[in-house]
């Protein structure tokens, strides 16, 4: 395509913004149309990206390159895979999403809608990003308004929140902005040529022992994004505070950003470090699994039960990525779309509940089934959902993902199992809670069901849980080249790393001087 899609499509949220920018606060009702419009407008202008992409070819796809900053060899370029595509469509699809469920926003509509769009500008740059320095610019750009969106519109510990989830991120933004600097270096020092290019630096052979501290900061940047295990404290936090559609777009979009890339950067550029770092990640994986499942277990605020599940449902993610195989690697993709529309619903849903009775504690519920049946319904295909029962989104990827892990090691794909076990648990018992027993609270005979702008959230969500959980053809089959070159390309350069190795042992045993010494 000569046309510039993925341009269109990431930079019409701050067209949008800009536009908002001009109209008098007072104007609440116009101000959240056009956020609407303009946000229903980027996900349409991305659909052709799923139906024009290419199956043949791992090659990126609609690609703009366009110099930036010559001197330093930094330029927009801009690109999608397989592995980017759905967490692109899935980010142009939430934000539509969460701005039909901001409709309720009384105070500062301006200044939240306009934090809304550049935020979406920022994640849908990071997904197509194919120069170090871009990619960079974008991760930090959606920093400042997730900060504002919870820091001003959150709850009553919305400063303290705001001010942890900030420095967590930061901390791991400057060690990842330190392997970037790294890598151009060395490339400089290999070459004489300045590039931030992503495809020219995969080609970069990065020495073994450089290999595994450039791991490691870009391993702290993208575990504290997940987050995971033992980096997960600010997440629940910043869940709970935050407004329903900022835990919408935190759970659905941000938290994808560290896997996304450790997918993209670490296994590529340090292939070496990756496998030696295999059973380390894949012990914080099984045990962020776990410990996730047992203490959403014992919540009582609905919203931080539904936040450590994310942290147990993001521990399969990493399991797969780390396990090498197809299987796994397919699974844990498709898993962080799954995760997107189960848990992203999760939090629609209790947002619909709180504002009809200001309340996320369990205990102060009961009974619903009976007084918004609608809306039991709904909620309980998402709740099968996020636990995996077969025909639904859930089930394809976790399935795919312990099948990978049940490839390469038994222990940890049994142990990992058990987390499907325990979700199933603290989910429905949740469900009974909140929806079964007796009605006892009168606060809770007046709820009234879902209205139409509610059907209109929620309903998408579902029948995407739906297509995917019966039919995941459509997306594996563009998640099919990519990932077999991903691995091919991790694969070679491991070998030649090892390779290497052997060679270099043989040397120094001949000369009578063993390795281990």
Known sequence: MSFPILTV?????????LWILFIDKRKEEKIKQIALITAIGSFVMSLPLFFKFNLATHEFQFREMVPWIKEFGISYHVGIDGISLFLFLLTSFLTCIAILASWTIKERVKEYMIAM???????LGVFISLDLFLFYVFWELMLIPMYLIIGIWGG???IYATIKFFIYTMAGSVLMLLAILAIHTL??????????????????????????????????????????????????DAHVEAPTAGSVILAG??????????????????????????????WLAVIGIIYGALVAMVQE?????????SVSHLGFVMLGIFVFNIQGLEGSILQMVNHGLSTGGLFLLVGMIYERRHTRMIGDFGGLAKQIPVFTVFFMIVTFSSI???????????????????????????????????????????????MFNKLSNKKNRDMADLNRREWAIILPIVMLIFFIGIYP????????VSVNHLLSQVDAKYKKTVNRLKIAEEKLVLKGDPLWK
């Not at 222990?411 to 979700?423: D, E, K, N, Q, W």
């Not at 053809?473 to 099919?480: A, W």
């Open 9 to 17: 499509v990431t930079f019409l949220p701050i067209v949008g913004a």
């Open 117 to 123: 769009l550049v935020l979406t500008t920022g994640m």
């Open 156 to 158: 009553p510990r919305r």
């Open 187 to 236: 490339y400089y020092r290999e070459t004489g040529e300045h590039t931030f290019d992503l495809l020219t630096l995969y080609n970069l052979d990065i020495p073994m022992r450089t290999q595994f501290w450039l791991f490691l900061a870009f391993f702290f940047a993208f575990a504290i994004k997940v987050p995971m295990f033992p980096f997960h404290t600010w997440l629940p």
């Open 253 to 282: 979009v941000l938290l994808k950003m560290g896997t996304y890339g450790f997918v993209r950067f670490s296994l590529p550029f340090f292939p070496y470090a990756s496998h030696q770092f295999v059973p380390i990640i894949s």
């Open 301 to 309: 605020d609905l919203k931080k039960l539904i936040a450590y599940s």
């Open 388 to 434: 995996g029962l077969p025909g639904l989104n859930g089930f394809v990827g976790e399935f795919l993902v312990l099948l990978g892990t049940f490839k390469t090691n038994v222990l940890y794909a049994t142990l990992a199992t058990t987390g499907v076990i325990l979700s199933a648990c603290y989910m429905l018992w949740m469900f009974q809670r909140v």
């Open 473 to 480: 053809k459509p997306i594996i089959s563009r998640l099919d």
